[in-house]
Every structure is written in C-alpha cells, then in structure tokens.
C-alpha cells in the first residue's frame, strides 16, 4: 500500500518491519476516492460501527474529588464485567481532545475484543456525558487524570499487559503521559492514529471548517451543561461564544478568573512532545501525508524524532485522510488491523527477548 516506517535501525525495528510486512492488511486495496481526503473523512466519521456495542461504565473518583469515566466494551452481546480472561491484555481507547467518541473508536474497541483483549474507553472530565463535579477540566497535555486511571486499571489487572491507543487530537494526552512518565508509564506499548504532534502549531494554524465546527459545537454543548459550575471560574459567555477551537482553549485555560496565564506558558506545560526524549514504551504513530486536519507533512510531522529515539516509529502512508484509513469489505479501515499487529508483534518480541535473556516476566 506505498506505506512507508520511518525509524531509527534495531532489533525491534527490524522485527516490526517483517511483522508489518508480512500483514496482509497493508497492501490494502483500491479506494474510489483517493485524492480526496476530506470525503473519506466525512464518509468514515457518518458511518456507525457494526455491530452497536455494549458498554459498562465505571466512574472514578480522583484525589481532589473530580471524576473520569472508563467504559468498557463488553461486545454486542450483553456479556457482563471488563470481558476478557484475568490474563487477557488491556487496550485502553483514548478518543479526540473534544471528548468525542467517534464510530471508528467504537470499532476498533469492538476488532480488539474479538481478538481476546479487554478495551476500555478513557473519557476526560466532562466529557461523554461524564459528571463534572469540580470547576475544572482537563488541559490539552496535561497527563494527571490519565495517571490515575492507569494506576487503577494496573490495579484491577495486574497480571495483563497494558496497552493505550489514542485518537486525533487525543494523542496530545497519550504522548505527553508517555514522556512525563518515562519508564513509569506501566504501558507495554502504544500506538496513536493521526496524531497531533505541534498542539500550539495547530491550534493557531486553524482547521478546515468541515472539521473545527462540529468539534466547536460538541464542545460548547458540554460545556453548556455546566455553566453555573464553570461561571466561577471562567467568563462562560466569552467561552460559548467563542469563534475557534483556540479562541475556546485559550478562554477556558489562560483566562480565568483564579489563575490567568498566557498563551505561551500555557504550551510550555502542555506540548504533547515536550518530554519525548523521555519516552521509554514502543509507540506506533500512524499518518497519513494528506491529512486535512494535521497540516502539511514537512511542518507537522517531526521526523527527526524518529530518527532519533528508538521507540517512536511512524507508518507514513500517501492517502487515508485523518483518522479514516479506509478500504472496501469488512473493518473499513486497515489501520485497526495494522495496530492489532502490531501489538502481536510487539508482544512476540518481548517474550522472544524475556527468554533470550532468561529474565522474569515482570509482576
């Protein structure tokens, strides 16, 4: 499928490129609309997921009171509990910074349970109908909630793998937990689909209206719903009448009522990259080099990072829009089998070099 894997030579990245190359699902197929990028995005975020999945959510409760909801996927069938054998890996789905749980999500959670992982759906405070129970919400790379969650889930299965994958905008938040946490991040590996890498970049470069105004009114309607919680702190008649997704960002973070900041520090502190050289977990970035939504290649992608850290790889691939991927027949979009492989091939290699080195699996 003319995909290319930028990253910098290993043993790992060698027993990623045969495993990848020897998927069938990378070659892929004809797609009617290959140069326009916009319609298979549009085409791919219409289509509902097949079939309608079952979900279980869980509240948690973190130390100053507020809450994030974990919902997990127990297929189409009504089955009960997280699914899954005690053993079975854990995939943890993180969707848009907008809180928006696209079909293609849904999907690949409902091709991950089908293949014996346990996926569960990490919502931000809020978000996806999440009780907002403090004046506070989750910045764009600020990785603190998520920390919580993943201690919980390392608690409730501490004998699984533990994997995260994340969506669009999202991968701000997996990117910026994987640096801050380093060799702590108690994942096993990860991958993001049409990731954000530059968050102050594409905020102010701005989107294509097909995609920044759904987003804007998604995120205004939850907002919305809490106005007289949020009126403490922000100027919410500003905020809901907000024109940009950076107008929004900058009125609900930087300009508020207790501690005001500007634009600048704001990003200091949430840069999804700003602790890359700090990532110690295998992360696959999946892009596509006509992504409406990320921008150009040469400006957004940060290649030399690839080159560089020998845990980053990025599968390049000509045509699949943002977040879309698609091809014709059952999955729609090959990125999800991709991802599926490549956490098989991942999890191979380490058990190869467990038993290489005689070490113990870890606890």
């Not at 530059?198 to 309607?221: I, N, S, T, V």
């Not at 949430?270 to 990532?279: K, Q, T």
């Not at 990125?335 to 070099?353: D, Q």
Request: net charge positive.
């Amino acid at each position: 499928g003319h995909c290319r894997l930028l990253c910098k030579p290993s043993a790992l990245a060698q027993h990623l490129v045969r495993s990848l190359g020897r998927s069938a699902v990378l070659r892929g197929g004809r797609w009617p609309w290959p140069r326009w990028p916009r319609l298979q995005m549009l085409w791919q975020l219409l289509q509902p997921p097949e079939p309608e999945p079952v979900v279980a959510r869980e509240l948690l409760q973190l130390p100053d009171a507020g809450l994030v909801a974990l919902d997990w996927l127990v297929g189409p069938w009504g089955a009960a509990g997280g699914g899954g054998g005690v053993s079975s890996p854990v995939l943890l789905l993180i969707p848009n910074a907008a809180g928006k749980v696209t079909g293609l999500l849904l999907q690949l959670g409902l091709r991950a349970l089908e293949r014996g992982f346990v996926p569960v759906i990490f919502n931000r405070r809020g978000h996806n109908g999440c009780p907002l129970t403090t004046p506070r919400l989750q910045p764009f790379g600020d990785p603190g909630d998520l920390r919580e969650a993943v201690t919980y889930l390392r608690c409730r299965h501490p004998s699984a793998s533990l994997l995260a994958v994340s969506e669009g905008s999202g991968s701000g938040l997996l990117l910026a937990y994987l640096g801050e946490s380093g060799s702590s991040s108690r994942l096993a590996a990860a991958a993001c689909l049409s990731p954000i890498f530059r968050g102050r970049d594409w905020f102010e470069a701005g989107m294509p209206w097909l995609y920044e105004w759904p987003l804007l009114l998604h995120l205004k309607q939850g907002l919305s719903r809490y106005r007289g919680a949020l009126a403490e702190v922000v100027d919410m008649d500003k905020l809901l009448g907000s024109r940009s997704l950076r107008e929004l960002e900058e009125t609900l973070f930087c300009r508020t009522r207790s501690r005001p900041t500007s634009w600048e520090c704001y990003w200091e502190r949430n840069e999804p990259l700003r602790d890359a050289d700090e990532v110690a977990v295998p992360v696959l970035c999946l892009c596509s080099a006509d992504d409406p939504v990320r921008g150009p290649p040469a400006p957004s992608l940060p290649r030399e990072l690839f080159r560089s850290s020998p845990y980053f790889f990025l599968l390049l691939t000509p045509h699949g829009g943002h977040c879309g991927f698609p091809r014709r027949g059952p999955g729609r979009c090959w990125a999800h089998e991709a991802v599926l492989e490549y956490f098989r091939a991942m999890a191979e290699f380490l058990r190869t070099e467990e038993r290489r080195k005689g070490l113990p699996r870890p606890r």
